[in-house]
């Protein structure tokens, strides 16, 4: 009787030796984290935008150093001139300057102190806290930016008098201690860059909210906070419309006293121009001391987690 062999099991196509699982591919591609090399174009670009980010500013420099009619002329000088000083001082005493820049950094600088106080505070609580109408407050403070500030002239010009601000200084900072717009920013970055993880350990040992906010939450929240207080300078600082309404001639900031250069039937532009220039070299101290601050701060938000 012949045997017959086992019936041989088809192969599987498997390794015969054991080996490591494959490695999963990596989400970075090769060279991530180096520092992008911009091409010619990019270069260019960048050129043409910072150079036309530069111009007006430019030209204020150049007008303001040369008289009304070299300013005016068929064809205008294109470098400065010599009487920037002049010119300058001029503006300075026609418009007494050195009480409106002094009251313009008194009204910029408790708006933005208060606005990054209220709007951080309302921010976190809108963010991670729990209570009754949430949604319903946050709603309402949104639809608030809905409505124009004109609507408001009138009620908030009469409330100033009835309080006895009228003309004060008090009538331009109180209406703007809190933003809706700083509210909104400050809910929105907060409820991405805090974990909840951060709070529950701070509760778990001990601290109350108070100690939250200060060495928890400011923390977290100081590169939006840099943010939205150069935004909020920048707009206080430059804001006419109502401190033209609520101040008087004697006690005004800096763009009202600036009304004065032109309000006159034939003004000298090139002293308005002065004026002008005045006005913007504070806002670029500011930005040249606080510049890196608010970049670095973005950046080490950006990179946290």
């Not at 909840?196 to 928890?216: H, M, P, Q, T």
């Not at 150069?230 to 401190?243: E, G, K, S």
């Amino acid at each position: 009787m012949t045997m017959t062999s086992p019936t041989k099991a088809p192969e599987l196509g498997l390794p015969s030796t054991p080996h490591r699982a494959a490695r999963r591919p990596s989400r970075f591609r090769p060279g991530a984290g180096r520092q992008l090399q911009g091409g010619p174009f990019a270069y260019i670009a960048l050129a043409v935008v910072g150079i036309g980010s530069l111009l007006p500013l430019y030209w204020t420099l150049v007008a303001a150093s040369h008289t009304q009619d070299e300013v005016l002329a068929t064809t205008p000088p294109f470098l400065p001139g010599g009487r920037l000083l002049h010119n300058l001082d001029a503006a300075w005493s026609q418009a007494h300057l050195g009480k409106a820049i002094v009251n313009s950094f008194v009204v910029s600088g408790c708006i933005t102190a208060a606005t990054l106080f209220f709007c951080t505070l309302a921010g976190y609580a809108f963010a991670k806290m729990r209570f009754t109408g949430r949604g319903a407050l946050m709603t309402g403070v949104i639809a608030t930016l809905t409505i124009p500030p004109q609507l408001s002239v009138v009620p908030l010009f009469m409330m100033m008098s009835d309080i006895g601000w009228g003309g004060k200084l008090e009538s331009v900072i109180f209406p703007t201690l809190v933003s809706a717009f700083g509210v909104f920013f400050m809910r929105q970055y907060l409820t991405e860059a805090l974990p909840y993880e951060l709070i529950e350990a701070a509760k778990i040992d001990g601290a109350n909210n108070f100690r939250i906010v200060r060495s928890v939450v400011l923390p977290v929240a100081r590169p939006a906070m840099m943010v939205l207080g150069m935004l909020t300078f920048v707009q206080a600082w430059n804001d006419f419309f109502w401190p033209y309404l609520a101040l008087n001639q004697q006690n005004p900031t800096l763009q009202v006293a600036l009304g004065q250069l032109s309000a006159s039937y034939t003004p000298d532009q090139s002293i308005v121009m002065a004026g002008a220039l005045i006005s913007t070299l504070p806002l670029l101290v500011v930005f040249v001391i606080f510049g890196k601050q608010i970049v670095g701060g973005i950046m080490s938000g950006a990179v946290k987690g």
